[in-house]
């Protein structure tokens, strides 16, 4: 990259985070000293700021430099992606929005201990979504990496270290003193900055082909360096019946992990009713459908005009598609139209990245402070503020997040993404529908259930060729590779469902009928909701 891209790009990088630091120093001179006001801000936001805001949490780094490198390399099996993000969002609708606002009051954990015994089952919930947290956080950093790395010239490990380290270090700023207020309302700005690029970029492309959609198809299927095969099925995951199954798994993770996500499932307790729960997801389904739709345009025109060769030798992972996508529509490298619309594409994209790993962290802090340190500090201890907790411990999130990332440089994030979203419908859904919908459910079913879709997919995990055993492998110098798939869903998200059943028949604990009813009338109508 030249100089004039260097310079252009940094201070559009340098004007979004001073102004999302402005808000977050704003909102920090408010108070917030209240858990309420930390983990839900107050409960004060509209259903369409909430909508935007849940927009801005979900269309994250995965989704526009994950997805569109994917399309870019694979064509049609990349695009399946963008369908199984969407079509997660129906599950979220029509099962979870707003029976989670009435049932909980911050976490996940709330709605299950409701009718449990709440130090087990926060433990478990608790780290559950950490881990699931911490996952997500990697799969943004590795994409901040991927990005400052092509931004300063594509060579430097240095810089995709700093980057990333920078990146680590804003988010526990602004989780630490804004809160969810901050948060949400950086996550608005950056919705309203990515859907504004986004449709710019698009327009861009059908106008490059005159708006024939069969001429840019074409044209993506001549430089893909794959022929017809780019548009049908199987070119990542038609290969043998092991690529299909990944396919299946990686299918079942995207539909049934939203629903699990924890900084997903925050945001429904920063409105005030169930109702405007539900609002705020139409609202969001209504911008994240239009964002994917764009994605698959931005996708092919990246193979038609920047070609699927010149995107993986910038970034094997294709996480570099949309940037190089914009440097060629702006007038290619070296062009002023090129420099400036490939720094703006470049500063929002990185301004997506620092929205959303704020919303996690702030998601994985809520989890810690909430549940974990509530249940398993000693009752006779001094007891600290739970907002003090949540401080430290978006600190010590951050830490853990920057160091696995370093280990995941080369992996795309869309990919990485995936795997988050196994683990969520391994280890949270099946907890989270049981307690909601099954009268007999118990703690000990409730437990089980996290742990027995926890461990094996995190195990799984470890154990795939994704850590071990091949060449674009985290750790490719090591080979104690077992299990064949890269997603773990189509074997540990039945393991959750069947643990949470094996353990709720085994348990002596009687069902409480009498919480059962009180949990099934709040979900349903709101009466004594928070």
């Known amino acids: 990259m030249t100089g004039d891209h260097q310079t252009l790009a940094l201070v559009l990088f340098s004007a979004f985070v001073a102004v999302t630091l402005g808000i977050t120093t704003w909102v920090s001179r408010k108070r917030q000293g209240s858990a309420e006001e930390f983990y839900a801000g107050g409960r004060l ?9 849940i927009a801005g949490d979900y269309m994250s780094a995965a989704s526009f430099l994950g997805i569109s490198g994917l399309i870019a390399l694979f064509g049609y099996d990349g695009m399946l992606y963008s369908v199984g993000f969407l079509v997660a969002w129906l599950v979220v609708l029509f099962l979870v929005a707003e029976l989670v606002r009435n049932c909980g009051r911050f976490t996940l954990a709330d709605v299950v201990a409701a009718r449990m015994s709440e130090r087990p089952v926060r433990i478990a919930a608790g780290t559950s979504s950490v881990t699931v947290s911490v996952l997500y956080l990697v799969a943004q950093m ?14 430097s490990a240095s810089a995709r270290t700093w980057t990333v380290i920078g990146v680590g270090a804003l988010m526990v700023v602004y989780v630490s003193l804004g809160g969810m207020r901050a948060t949400t309302w950086i996550q608005i700005v950056k919705a309203v900055l990515l859907m504004a690029g986004a449709i710019a970029l698009t327009v ?27 548009l049908a099925p199987g070119l990542k995951y038609g290969g043998d019946w092991t690529a299909r199954l990944d396919f299946i ?6 539909v049934l992990g939203t629903a699990g996500l924890p900084h997903i499932l925050s945001r429904f307790y920063t409105v005030p009713t169930a109702r405007a729960a539900r609002h705020s997801v139409v609202w969001a389904v209504g911008l994240i459908g239009g964002f994917y739709l764009m994605t698959i345009v931005l996708g092919f025109g990246a193979a038609a005009l920047v070609g699927s060769d010149a995107v993986r030798a910038s970034n094997a992972a294709g ?7 914009a440097l060629d529509l702006g007038g290619g490298a070296g062009s002023t139209g090129g420099t400036v619309l490939f720094a703006v594409v470049a500063a929002i994209a990185f301004a997506t990245i620092l929205a959303v790993v704020a919303g996690i962290t702030l998601a994985s802090s809520a989890s810690v402070a909430h549940d974990l340190y509530v249940s398993l500090r000693r009752r006779h201890a001094k007891r600290r503020s739970e907002v003090a907790v949540a401080r430290l411990a978006a600190a010590g999130i951050g830490a853990v997040a920057i160091a696995l990332s370093l280990l995941a440089q080369d992996l795309n994030v869309a990919f990485l993404v995936g795997l988050a979203f196994a683990v969520a419908a391994s280890a949270n859904l099946p907890v989270l529908l049981y307690s909601l919908f099954w009268r007999n459910f118990t703690t000990r079913g409730a437990v089980w259930s996290v742990y027995g879709g926890l461990i094996p997919a995190v195990v799984l995990v470890a154990l795939s060729p994704v850590v071990s055993g091949s060449p674009d492998a985290v ?3 090591l080979d104690f590779q ?8 189509v074997v540990s998200i039945p393991l959750g469902f069947l643990a949470g059943w094996i353990g709720t028949v085994t348990s002596s604990e009687p069902p409480d009928e009498t919480k059962y009813a009180e949990t099934e009338v709040r979900s349903l109508t709101g009466a004594g909701a928070v």
């Open 204 to 230: 861009l492309v059908l106008v490059r082909f005159h708006g024939d959609v069969n001429g840019l198809l074409n044209t993506a299927v001549a430089h893909s360096g794959h022929g017809a095969e780019f």
């Open 319 to 325: 996480n570099t598609a949309v940037p190089l996508l």
């Open 45 to 53: 936001f509209s259903p369409m700021e909430n909508g935007f805001a």
């Open 482 to 489: 077992l299990f064949p798939l890269q997603n773990p869903g």
């Open 142 to 155: 590795v994409g901040a990496g991927s990005l400052v790395a092509l931004l300063l010239g594509g060579t």
């Open 475 to 477: 750790l490719p110098g």
């Open 249 to 254: 798994s990686l299918g079942l993770a995207l």
